[in-house]
């Protein structure tokens, strides 16, 4: 029997639901109705502020103006934290430590460092000195906030006038953020930088201490940072004694401290200093009449030997005793460093003088050079043209590709990884290898293909597609890969970053003189890596020795087997003789390297050894711009060779690892360089005679003997005046 009420519950159920459903509706309609009135209101409310014509046009002016600021505050937030990272390190004592630099041989060359008596308080300085500085550098300096663009404005306005660069627009606060943390390598990357590390100074540091920073780090001329030091060296004063004259003097040194500096060219250094006074009258920060005595009584100096020491040199050197001596509770050394003077001036000559020859006839302005001996110790390093005008070290600091000069570290992983060998068989044709999600397809040099071939031939006549080849494994050939590649080239000391892919393999990555000299002395070490260092020993100001690389050097590490040295340096000593390095080929001495040129011609190099040296040049524009179709078996060789020849006078020859036949004439070439004079050309340098090496360990072995001989006491010295035999005990 069914329920009465079964039929009126499901009834009374359907009606809630109905209820429920109608005020959904209901709900849902009123709020759209609700939206869509306020919405209109809203219409009608902003309809009041609608412009039309000239006024529109400035107003969507304006609204493109905040879209585009704000996606240019996101850009420039992206840019200046890599800035701002630069911060993170200890950048306040960066130049505590205070280094007397001493050659090879003993003789000081140059100090790096501030001591804490060089540094001078803002207010003990003379105020002729400081409106000097200001009234040349930076006028508006107490003004701005770390980016002058009235003063950028008023240079650039001064430079379009001139037609040349008479102006420069950076502030004291951009000088010191580059001092501090940058390098002079002149890229957009570094402005940036420059740029807002400006600005992060202003804010941290008030404007006297950013005067003191600047003036205690700027480079003078003479090897001297900072006035005290250059106050001492050019007038031997105080720097708080300087008179107006003096004042003018150093004041302008800041803007090319070669070129002014007053013990290499004093006529320029007055004439420098003259113009630094009128800066001064124009500036309203003195009278004619106040300067006048200054004009007609120029400053005089304190007599100095005319010769630079090598400064690109030190500075690498200054940075590995900063790491070296860290541990050391003092901040003041002695560093005896690897520069040989000799090589040292003949690699700057050789450097100079093919810059002065080809320079203007291949669009080239920069160049670099390090050399290494067979014991890793940097004889000589040309980090640029001119110090004083740019401190940047190209030699050690500046990444650019290496082109071809690449490729051995290619076929000594091909040699290393799969027992190849100079004979081994490839094929020089088209080649298509897909990166970057597109397709790369290298061409040689000359355009054309030459067919199967040995290694040996492949890479001494530096065909293009044979690396490509071994990479992908054409031929029949194992694939190489960059993992192996980049693991071959790290043994052999290269240390920048490596972006894996298949255009590596002709020089892609940007890559240092210093590392490519360092890489290459595996083969003439007969593949041990080489231990480069440009500090021999670090003492105390008391003399006690706290670091010497022969008792404190690290385990020699082995790079390459000996059989893939033997290879390699069978197949790089023809590239001098037959293939593109010719023009570095040494009269009667056998020589190996590997030539490189980049695409558009930016980078060339020369990159070579003997069994005595090893030696990278490089030649290029700091703003990369393309050289005038330079090679590097052209200018680079060149200066390789001339530099060796000379290198190579009067020294312990000694032979190129793993190879049995050296050139005829060996003998006669070391001892009689004038025989490679021909015709009209003048007779090279000689190179004066230096220690042998087997002088050299006599005098180490006495050195080591007399380090550890017992002191003598004033009782035994008085017994042996006296003849008796207590000086024996």
């Known amino acids: 029997m069914r329920d009465p009420f079964d039929k009126a519950g499901r009834g009374k159920a359907k009606n809630r639901l109905l209820d429920i459903d109608s005020w959904i509706d209901s709900s849902l309609f009123n709020l759209f109705a609700s939206a869509g009135d306020r919405w209109e209101s809203i219409t009608i409310f902003f309809r009041r502020f609608r412009v039309r014509g000239f006024r529109r046009f400035l107003v969507e002016i304006a609204d493109e103006s905040v879209t585009i600021g704000l996606a240019g505050m996101v850009v420039l937030l992206g840019l200046a934290l890599p800035a701002f990272e630069e911060t993170a390190r200890d950048w306040r004592t960066q130049g505590d430590f205070a280094v007397t630099f001493l050659d090879r041989y003993g003789k000081e060359i140059g100090r790096r460092g501030i001591r804490q008596t060089d540094s001078q308080e803002i207010d003990a300085l003379p105020d002729n000195f400081i409106k000097a500085v200001l009234a040349t550098e930076d006028r508006r300096f107490f003004s701005h906030l770390g980016i002058d663009f009235v003063g950028l404005a008023r240079a650039m306005l001064e430079n379009v006038k001139a037609n040349e660069v008479v102006q420069g627009g950076s502030t004291i606060t951009q000088q010191l953020a580059k001092n501090l943390f940058l390098t002079n390598e002149r890229t957009i990357e570094r402005k940036i930088k420059e740029a807002f590390l400006s600005l992060w100074l202003e804010a941290n540091l008030p ?219 490839v094929t020089d044709g088209p080649i298509c290898l897909r990166s970057g999600g597109r397709a790369w397809c290298p061409r040689n040099y000359s355009g054309g293909y030459a067919g199967r071939m040995d290694f040996a031939t492949a890479l001494v006549r530096s065909y293009n597609t044979v690396p490509p080849r071994l990479y992908a494994g054409y031929d029949g050939l194992e694939a190489l890969g960059g993992e192996r590649i980049e693991e071959t080239a790290r043994k052999m000391g290269v240390t920048s970053p490596l972006v894996l892919n298949p255009p590596m393999v002709l020089g892609s990555n940007g890559m240092t003189v210093y590392e490519m000299a360092t890489a290459y002395g595996s083969f003439m070490n007969a593949g041990l890596k080489l231990d480069t260092h440009a500090v021999m020993q670090i003492s105390d100001s008391a003399g006690n020795v706290l670091y010497d690389y022969r008792r404190d050097r690290p385990a020699p590490e082995r790079a390459l087997s000996e059989r893939t040295a033997g290879v390699m340096n069978r197949i790089l000593a023809q590239v001098p003789e037959r293939g593109t390095g010719r023009r570095a080929a040494i009269e009667g001495i056998r020589s190996a390297g590997k030539t490189g040129t980049t695409s558009a011609y930016r980078d060339a190099w020369y990159v070579g050894y003997t069994g005595n040296y090893v030696a990278a040049v490089w030649y290029g524009n700091d703003d990369y711009t393309p050289m005038r179709r330079m090679t590097g078996g052209s200018v680079p060789a060149m200066t390789w060779q001339k530099f060796m020849a000379y290198a190579h006078q009067n020294i312990d020859l000694r032979p190129i690892p793993f190879i049995d036949n050296p050139l005829p004439g060996l003998a006669v070439a070391a001892s009689a360089p004038a025989a490679a004079a021909k015709g009209d050309a003048p007779a090279p340098a000689i190179r004066p005679k230096t220690l042998s090496e087997q002088a050299e360990q006599t005098l180490r072995a006495l050195e080591r003997k007399l380090r550890e001989a017992k002191p003598v006491t004033p009782n035994q010295v008085v017994a042996a005046r006296a003849g008796t035999p207590e000086f024996a005990r």
């Open 207 to 425: 404007k006297k201490e950013i005067l003191k920073l600047y003036l205690d780090r700027a480079y003078m001329g003479g090897g001297n940072f900072g006035v005290t030091a250059a106050a001492q060296y050019y007038f031997d004063k105080n720097a708080k004694d300087l008179d107006l004259a003096e004042a003018a003097m150093l004041a302008g040194l800041y803007k090319a401290p070669t070129r002014y500096a007053p013990h290499i060219n004093l006529p320029a250094a007055r004439a420098r200093a003259n113009e630094v006074l009128t800066n001064m009258v124009q500036a309203g920060f003195m009278t004619e009449g106040q300067v006048i005595a200054a004009r007609r009584k120029p400053a005089e100096i304190v007599e100095r030997n005319d010769e630079e020491g090598p400064n690109y040199f030190m500075d690498v050197a200054f940075e590995e005793v900063k790491r070296l001596a860290a541990r050391f509770p003092t901040r003041t050394f002695i560093a005896k460093t690897t520069v040989d003077l000799d090589l040292q001036r003949a690699a700057e000559d050789a450097v100079e003088s093919n810059l002065r020859q080809y320079g203007s006839q291949y669009g080239v302005s920069e160049a670099a050079m390090v050399v290494i001996d067979h014991e890793g110790a940097v004889r000589a390093l040309v980090g640029g043209r001119d110090y004083g005008a740019s401190q940047f070290n190209r030699a050690s600091s500046s990444r650019r590709q290496p082109g071809s000069s690449f490729k051995p570290y290619v076929y000594a992983a091909s040699i290393e990884h799969f027992g190849y060998d100079e004979n081994t068989r």
